[in-house]
C-alpha cells in the first residue's frame, strides 16, 4: 500500500482562489517532505524542502508568498496555492523520506480556470 | 544547458525486447544515481538506486553508471506491456535520503512496449 498519500488527487478552481493539498506518511513520521511541480514532458522540478516545525526552505524562483508550505506535524505537510492563475496549473507531487528511504506520493493536478 | 539531459522519446518497442534508456549529466558533483518509474498520473515510484560506476541488477533492470563519462543507463530484459510508462532518471550530489539534499530529474523517457 502507499506510503504517501496525497490529497486531493485532482482539483479544479477558477482563478484568483487559493489551493490546498495535503501530503500526508501514513503510519510513518516524516520531518523532512519535498514538494516539487512538473509541467507536461518536463521533468519534476523541486519547489521546496518542508521540514517538520520550521519554515520551508524555496528554491530559487519559487515565491514563497504564492506557495504557502506548512509541516505542521510529523505526518502532514500542506502546500496552499494562493491565488492561482491558470499558469500554476501543474502537476504537484510531494515525497517524504521515511526510515531513510524516500516514498513519492501519488500527485495531484491542479487545473485553474 | 540542462544538468541532466533525457530524450522524451516516446520509445516503442515490442514485447520481449531488450530496453536502453539513457541519461547524460554535466555536474560532476553528482554521485547518487536513480531511476523512477512513472505510470500516467501517478507519482514515482523508485526502481534502482546506485551509488558507484559500473552495474546493478535488480530482475529484468540493469542500472550502469560510468562517471568518467557522466552517463547513466537502464536497461530492461525481455520487456512486458506492464513497462510502458514514463522513466525517469535523477541524480544527486549526496544522499538522496539526507535532508538536506535534492534531486534533479531528467524530463523521462516515454516507453511503450506493444504486443
Known amino acids: 500500500g502507499a506510503v504517501v498519500s496525497q490529497h486531493p488527487s485532482r482539483v479544479i478552481c477558477k482563478s484568483g482562489t487559493s489551493v490546498k493539498i495535503e501530503c500526508r506518511s501514513l503510519d510513518f513520521q516524516a520531518t523532512t517532505m519535498f514538494w516539487y511541480r512538473q509541467f507536461p514532458k518536463q521533468s519534476l522540478m523541486l519547489m521546496a524542502t518542508?521540514?517538520?516545525?520550521?519554515?520551508?526552505?524555496?528554491e530559487q524562483g519559487v515565491e514563497k508568498d504564492k506557495f504557502l508550505i506548512n509541516h505542521a506535524s510529523l505526518t502532514l505537510s500542506t502546500l496552499t496555492v494562493t491565488s492561482a492563475h491558470p499558469e500554476d496549473s501543474s502537476f504537484y507531487i510531494c515525497?517524504?523520506?521515511?526510515?531513510?528511504?524516500?516514498?513519492f506520493g501519488e500527485g495531484s493536478r491542479l487545473t485553474v480556470l | 544547458q540542462k544538468e541532466v539531459e533525457q530524450d522524451p522519446g516516446p520509445l516503442s518497442v515490442p514485447e520481449g525486447a531488450i530496453v536502453s534508456l539513457n541519461c547524460t549529466y554535466s555536474?560532476?558533483?553528482?554521485?547518487?544515481f536513480m531511476w523512477y518509474r512513472q505510470y500516467s498520473r501517478k507519482g514515482p515510484e523508485l526502481l534502482m538506486y546506485t551509488y558507484s560506476s559500473g552495474n546493478k541488477e535488480d530482475g529484468r533492470f540493469t542500472a550502469q553508471v560510468d562517471k568518467s563519462s557522466k552517463y547513466i543507463s537502464l536497461f530492461i530484459r525481455d520487456s512486458q506491456p506492464s513497462d510502458s510508462a514514463t522513466y525517469l532518471c535523477?541524480?544527486?550530489?549526496?544522499?538522496?535520503?539526507?535532508?538536506?539534499?535534492?534531486?534533479?530529474f531528467g524530463t523521462g523517457t516515454q516507453l511503450k512496449v506493444e504486443l
Open positions: 535523477a541524480m544527486s550530489a549526496r544522499a538522496p535520503t539526507g535532508g538536506g539534499n535534492k534531486l534533479t
Open positions: 555536474n560532476s558533483a553528482f554521485q547518487y
Open positions: 518542508s521540514n517538520e516545525g520550521s519554515k520551508a526552505t524555496y
Open positions: 515525497s517524504a523520506i521515511i526510515a531513510g528511504e524516500l516514498f
